[in-house]
T-cell receptor, first 115, second 117 residues
Framework: SQELEQSPQSLIVQEGKNLTINCTSSKTLYGLYWYKQKYGEGLIFLMMLQKGGEEKSHEKITAKLDEKKQQSSLHITASQPSHAGIYLCGAGLVKDSGGYQKVTFGTGTKLQVIP | DVKVTQSSRYLVKRTGEKVFLECVQDMDHENMFWYRQDPGLGLRLIYFSYDVKMKEKGDIPEGYSVSREKKERFSLILESASTNQTSMYLC????????????????FGEGSRLTVL
């Protein structure tokens, strides 16, 4: 079983619509990463959240880590065809003062944006 | 720019063959990771290493081994390839995770697509 659960698994939205992808863990997350992958291409780093309640934005994409650091949401405003791809959340689940961490990923959310 | 280079974008091997996947990073990163990516399963961690000669099992280490003799190089070994190991393999590296300066971002290679017949 995956330690990180993503929902939904897939999403089809009309261009211009807003959408939200969720990432949930039963464990405390030490560093929450969001990546995007276009079909057949490598992973693109979007942002990383570390502190409970932290929120970051990158162009029209906003991500937030909840206070308990067990859930993150990624929100896209006014979606465009260029937003299409697979969104992956990843997290460090072992904290060590020396910076050693095991980084695992969720199952991914496949996003299609219809023009 | 950080560069993570994986040898061989595409490989085709036969069942039972020994397979080596090589990964080299040029940013003096301490942490290196091997993942496999399969449709509907996301990225699954096979092994990771936080220092030279150090290795830790990830979530799916069975059938795999790794080697990290030098800081910049992390190799994934399939001792006896099987058809269920047909997959996209991704290597990543990161510096030490800290709350400031270094965000611990993982930098990924372009992937090695392995087909085992």
């Amino acid at each position: 079983s995956q330690e990180l659960e993503q929902s939904p698994q897939s999403l089809i939205v009309q261009e211009g619509k807003n959408l939200t992808i969720n990432c949930t863990s039963s464990k405390t997350l030490y560093g929450l990463y969001w990546y995007k992958q276009k079909y057949g291409e490598g992973l693109i780093f979007l942002m990383m959240l570390q502190k409970g309640g932290e929120e970051k934005s990158h162009e029209k994409i906003t991500a937030k880590l909840d206070e308990k650091k067990q859930q993150s949401s990624l929100h896209i405003t006014a979606s465009q065809p260029s937003h299409a791809g697979i969104y992956l959340c990843g997290a460090g689940l072992v904290k060590d003062s020396g910076g050693y961490q095991k980084v695992t990923f969720g199952t991914g959310t496949k996003l299609q944006v219809i023009p | 720019d950080v560069k993570v280079t994986q040898s061989s974008r595409y490989l085709v091997k036969r069942t039972g063959e020994k397979v080596f996947l090589e990964c080299v990073q040029d940013m003096d990163h301490e942490n290196m990771f091997w993942y496999r990516q399969d449709p509907g399963l996301g990225l699954r961690l096979i092994y990771f290493s936080y220092d030279v000669k150090m290795k830790e099992k990830g979530d799916i280490p069975e059938g795999y081994s790794v080697s990290r003799e030098k800081k910049e190089r992390f190799s994934l070994i399939l001792e006896s390839a099987s058809t269920n190991q047909t997959s996209m393999y991704l290597c990543a590296s990161s510096g030490r995770f800290r709350t400031s300066f270094n965000t611990g971002e993982l930098f990924f290679g372009e992937g090695s697509r392995l087909t085992v017949l």
